[in-house]
């Protein structure tokens, strides 16, 4: 359920607003609202943070040479870790200003390659004493349309360019010089100072990165010490920009706006009446920005990792439909994995997972019990359609291959139409639900919108019929006189009823406004169905690379490749449950976010309740 939240108003002195805001973060249940501060306080912590932000990155992405022994570090205060930041940062910018220097002179060597070693003192001595000397390039075709009266000795030349040395002028500038003829500067250097140059900062970077290595230790405590700054960069944000009254005298006041849970708006008030606190409650309403707090039991809850992975929330307004999105895509994740034996390996794994974490006297993860749940499923299917790593289940054990289901068993020749079947089956399930939430939202509000809702089930239903006709077997499932009247009586009223606000007349008119969308719309149920097929097409891709993999290493297995055998197996279902697991995320999760919720009404607008707290 999405919990209830209460919009709260605190009001305190002016003077008293960084102790009230310390007794406000210790409450930890209030969500502040929209609050941007500014001014030299803030810039300096924000820079703080990101100091030790840098450094942490910098420290975790280097990597400990081979047979190095692990530094255990000393745990670092708030203040240390900013001074080790910016020592990591200090080396960080010392070794890049190496790299550049090592980039612009290989750059100048790059491009005096052709030239040989070019020494810009000896043509200043020679420019001294009367012989001024130019580098030219020209494309060789027009090397010869240099007028006689420029001197020039030509030093090479390649099928792109000639170049020459010119000389007489005492400007380097000739106007009579062809148009094509690029002037070439000298380098600040020698080459030979220039090759030294690199190898001195490539020395001092090599030892630079020595020095990396060796804080590698500090990455922890960096990323620990991080959160604090970044729990600062909060209060003083909120603190500097909390509105106020303008004056200074000690009766001014400040204030903040921010939501409550409605349990916990006890121990806020609490609180606000201990300190002396201003306070105002009142009951969000649509135009206020509310964030969403989910609360479910135990087992719906070890989605939310899922959640917060793909960075959707339900918005505030809308609904709780994470059992359902639990339901359905543990479904979807044991249809497109669809093998027992991949199960199995994600089963162990899970486990294994969760009896470490409980050994560490630590509690089992979420994302560690969605995968056991999960993986259970996945034997689950693949007992049922007797599906083993891609074997040919005619090589499996008598006793493996009874546990199918029989209309699922590989040897029925109807297993391929029954799983289409039961793919759209799932979707008028799912569909139906989302619809039927819908209807309760209008019938609680006492809203005729409840008959475009039924209206919309009614589609569905006859469009499910539709998808069997047409995409099953037309002979199987025949057109029926009950499905286009059930269509059309659905139809009739979705249009009269889906844009009802009070007047029934208003709401015909504004279907009438959007007649293409409405038409639209009742094609859609039939494509919102038939894209659970999707489910069966990915789940037999899946089966198909496993059957593809076995046959390849099927003949090394029983001669001396036997060991490249295993490792092709290992490789190949290895990269098959990788596609498997983004097979899920793009189709399984596809189906619940955009299918599913559409036909709920939701538009997944929300964000995540975070309490201001310590």
């Excluded at 030093?155 to 148009?179: C, I």
């Excluded at 339901?327 to 994995?337: A, E, P, Q, R, V």
């Excluded at 039939?526 to 789940?539: Q, T």
């Amino acid at each position: 359920m999405i919990v209830p939240m209460k919009k709260v108003s605190l009001i305190v002195l002016n003077k008293e607003r960084k102790e009230a805001l310390k007794t406000l973060r210790k409450a930890g249940v209030m969500h502040i609202d929209s609050v941007h501060g500014s001014g030299a306080d803030l810039a300096t912590l924000k820079g703080n943070l990101n100091a030790v932000n840098s450094a942490f990155m910098t420290l975790s992405d280097i990597k400990a040479p081979k047979g190095s022994k692990k530094i255990a570090a000393e745990e670092l205060t708030k203040d240390a870790a900013l001074e080790k930041a910016l020592e990591v940062n200090g080396i960080v910018a010392e070794r890049k200003k190496c790299e550049e220097l090592v980039l612009k002179n290989t750059r100048d060597l790059e491009r005096f390659a052709k030239w040989g070693n070019i020494n810009p003192e000896d043509f200043a001595f020679l420019a001294e004493k009367g012989i001024p000397l130019t580098l030219y390039e020209i494309p060789p075709a027009n090397y010869y349309d240099i007028p006689e009266e420029i001197s020039t000795v030509l030093v090479n030349e390649d099928k792109n360019k000639k170049r020459f040395v010119a000389f007489g002028s005492e400007t380097g500038k000739y106007e009579s010089m062809p148009a094509e003829a690029v002037l070439v500067q000298l380098p600040e250097k020698s080459s030979d100072a220039l090759r030294a140059e690199i190898a001195e900062a490539e020395k001092q970077i090599a030892g630079l990165n020595q020095k990396l290595v060796s804080q590698i230790c500090y990455a922890k405590t960096l990323k620990e010490n991080a959160k604090l700054w970044a729990k600062d960069v909060e209060f003083e944000d909120i603190y500097s920009g909390m509105e106020n009254d303008g004056t200074d005298a000690d009766s001014s006041l400040a204030w903040l706006t921010g939501f409550v849970p409605e349990p916990e708006f006890a121990e806020l008030k609490k609180t606000a009446e201990a300190n002396s606190w201003a306070f105002m409650a009142e009951d969000p309403t649509e135009e206020d920005n509310v964030p969403t707090k989910l609360k479910n039991n135990k087992a719906v809850e070890i989605l939310y990792p899922v959640l917060d992975f793909m960075g959707t929330f339900p918005g505030y307004w809308e609904y709780d439909v994470s059992i359902w999105f639990l339901l359905f895509l543990t479904i979807f994740f044991g249809m497109i994995f669809g093998d027992a034996g991949y199960g199995l390996l994600l089963l162990f794994a899970g486990l294994f997972a969760a009896f470490k974490a409980k050994k560490a006297k630590q509690p089992v993860a979420p994302i560690i019990t969605l995968l056991i749940v999960w993986a259970t499923t996945t034997v689950v299917w693949g007992v049922l359609n007797c599906s083993w790593f891609g074997m040919d289940y005619t090589l499996l054990p008598p006793f493996l291959q009874n546990l199918a289901l029989p209309v699922f068993a590989p040897a029925n020749p109807e297993r391929d139409t029954n799983l289409q079947i039961f793919c759209f089956l799932l979707a008028l399930a799912q569909l139906s639900i989302g619809h039927f939430i819908a209807m309760k939202r209008n019938f609680k509000e006492k809203s005729l919108k409840v008959l475009a809702d039924l209206g919309s089930l009614f589609i569905l239903w006859g469009m499910f019929y539709v998808v069997l006709m047409l995409i099953v077997s037309s002979e199987r499932f025949p057109l029926i006189t009950p499905v286009p009247v059930l269509i059309a009586v659905g139809f009739v009223l979705s249009f009269i009823f889906s844009n009802y606000e009070g007047s029934i007349g208003k709401s015909i008119v504004e279907s009438c406004k959007n007649i293409i969308s409405v038409l639209l719309g009742v094609i859609n149920f039939f494509s919102d169905i038939v894209s659970y097929i999707r489910l069966w097409a990915v789940a037999l891709a899946g089966t198909a690379i496993a059957e593809t993999v076995n046959t390849m290493a099927g003949p090394m297995l029983g001669n001396f490749l036997i060991f490249f055998g295993i490792i092709l197996l290992v490789f190949g279902h290895g990269l098959n449950m990788v596609l498997n697991v983004l097979s899920v995320i793009v189709h399984g999760v596809r189906l619940n976010t955009l299918e599913f919720t559409s036909h709920v009404g939701m538009n997944w607008a929300g964000f995540k309740y975070e309490p201001f707290r310590e």
